[in-house]
């Protein structure tokens, strides 16, 4: 996919970028003098931990940087014209219309109250490109392009009526609507089920190469960017580590710290010991059926999860793993069915709860960036469930939260008094992880806890969640889309689809052929670090090799 390298087709040219943040009223550095060439056509996939500074870089290609942020020092020319220091009017006219961005939330990044079609045609209206007639048209060529189902109609939706990877493909549509030079990707699939990533994966590249379009593609999944990048740069605290074209990269790093990315996700947690046939489940779903409205969204579910294991709930978008989380925490009550825990039936409604009950059941959301209040610090956070369940006030409250921060490996004299966007992704989580163990649980719902944070943090997350079930003898129903985390962490498997138990078992026996149709669809549907992968699955589904769900 790489295009001619020579000076004419030189579209980005990045120079000893410096790019400061401020924290606690000092400046300190995110980007270190990092050089980055792009091409007309041609896409570099920006890898490295959390806190490496590849979103940073990646708006700096826009001329932007985030609040409490700025260039410091360097040189940021796109096709020839400096953007480091240019004026307010000139970025505005190149953002959206030369330079579009893609964001990781497309839920997050559309606005609600708007449907898709009136958001796709702001841009080329409002830089005069194309009239709200034509820009309407050209939007279904591109829905029809990301391969969205009935591309007539469905710009007239709202953003909530559409699934999480059609919104996706929606929002990479929008940002084509001008027809930029460049797009910046930055972790676009990364909430997405496989079969879904694969879609919009294949999505993105086709749009990409057909308008020649320049893209840089930041994520922390090395196999998705394998697929996607011509060339890779690795970045660490904010410096260069190595770059180098995918297939090199790949067969050989050169840098240690880029083999260790390479060789992420060999953490298997030890096998929990046989359940004796005597032990009663913890929880036990028995016959629940639940629905949105008119909508059956869980068919006749049945469930048992035992003390001290761990069961992993898996399957793509839409296939009911969250809403049997809600139902167990009684925030949807069943048409019908019940959850006993610990054999006692639970009130449909959590508001019928009472607290003691309330306690042994906790959950930690998937984004820990909206399941903290922003204006709430630490302390707040994990001290209000220890107020609330356990009564503790002052003196003990403050000891027994800082006893929690040092659970999760989180200095207290560091962390206590610091808010949400002062954390890394990774931190939030383990704030999120030390509210829940406040209540002082038996059973903790853990709802894609991993699946926003890079491979080495996300490691880091299951370490930690396995030390706590081992010292704590906690119980854990472990939602997720990433077969790598079931592979590490899981006892037991349950495989979700439309609402329906599809298949359950052991690890070794879901995991083990022959496979149900929709295991062996999930299983081959997870990225692998070959840069023909992607192209080999779909062209075996074209075939029809293989169902595409």
Request: glycine share 8%.
């Amino acid at each position: 996919m790489a295009k001619d390298g020579g000076t004419g087709d030189l579209l980005l040219d990045i120079r000893e970028l410096w790019i400061e943040g401020r924290a606690g009223g000092v400046w300190h550095q995110i980007v270190k003098g990092v050089d980055l060439t792009l091409h007309r056509g041609e896409i570099v996939g920006l890898i490295g931990e959390s806190g490496a500074g590849k979103s940073t870089l990646g708006l700096a290609a826009m001329g932007y940087t985030k609040s409490g942020c700025r260039i410091a020092g360097g040189s940021i020319r796109f096709d020839g014209q400096e953007l480091a220091g240019a004026g307010p009017e000139r970025l505005r006219a190149l953002r959206g219309a030369r330079i579009a961005y893609v964001a990781q939330s497309a839920a997050a990044a559309f606005n609600p109250a708007y449907r898709l079609i009136s958001q796709y045609c702001e841009a080329p209206v409002k830089h005069r490109i194309l009239s709200r007639q034509q820009a309407e048209s050209d939007a279904v060529q591109l829905y029809r392009e990301m391969q969205l189902p009935n591309p007539d109609e469905i710009g007239f939706r709202y953003p909530h009526q559409v699934s999480g990877g059609q919104l996706q493909r929606a929002m990479t549509a929008m940002a084509m609507s001008c027809r930029p030079d460049l797009i910046i990707f930055d972790e676009p699939t990364t909430a997405l089920d496989v079969t879904t990533q694969i879609e919009v994966l294949a999505a993105i590249r086709n749009v990409v190469r057909e308008h020649r379009t320049a893209a840089i593609y930041i994520t922390h999944d090395l196999a998705v960017v394998a697929q996607m990048a011509d060339r890779i740069k690795v970045l660490l605290k904010g410096e260069e580590v190595e770059e180098a074209d995918t297939r090199r990269m790949l067969s050989a790093p050169q840098q240690e710290y880029t083999k260790s990315l390479w060789a992420v996700r060999e953490f298997r947690r030890d096998p929990s010991p046989a359940v004796p046939e005597s032990d009663a489940p913890l929880l036990e779903i028995a016959g629940v059926s639940a629905a949105y409205g008119d909508l059956t969204v869980l068919d006749d579910i049945n469930l048992s999860i035992h003390r001290g294991r761990t069961v992993a709930v898996v399957g793509e978008s839409g296939s009911g793993k969250s809403t049997t989380a809600r139902v167990i925490m009684g925030l949807l009550q069943p048409t019908r069915g019940t959850v006993r825990f610990d054999g006692v039936q639970l009130p449909p409604r959590s508001r019928d709860r009472p607290p003691k009950l309330q306690r042994r059941v906790q959950m930690i959301h998937q984004m820990a960036d909206t399941a903290l209040n922003p204006r709430h610090r630490v302390r707040d956070v994990i001290g209000r469930p220890l107020e609330f369940f356990l009564g503790l006030k002052g003196k003990a409250k403050e000891r027994r939260t800082r006893e929690l921060l040092s659970m999760i490996e989180l200095d207290p004299d560091r962390f206590i008094d610091r808010l949400p966007m002062e954390l890394s992704g990774g931190q939030k989580q383990r704030v999120c992880i030390a509210r829940a163990l406040a209540a002082e649980p038996e059973f903790i719902i853990c709802d894609e806890v991993t699946s926003a944070l890079d491979q080495l943090v996300a490691e880091g997350i299951l370490r930690l969640l396995d030390r706590l079930q081992r010292e704590m003898g906690l119980t854990y129903m472990f939602i997720t889309h990433d077969l790598a985390t079931v592979r590490s962490i899981a006892d037991e498997v349950v495989v979700m689809r439309n609402g329906r138990i599809v298949e359950q078992g052991s690890k070794a026996d879901v995991f083990a052929p022959p496979h149900h149709e929709y295991t062996e669809l999930l299983l081959s549907s997870v990225p692998e670090m070959d840069p023909d992968w992607l192209s080999a699955i779909l062209a075996k589904r074209q075939r029809g090799d293989a169902a595409v769900g």
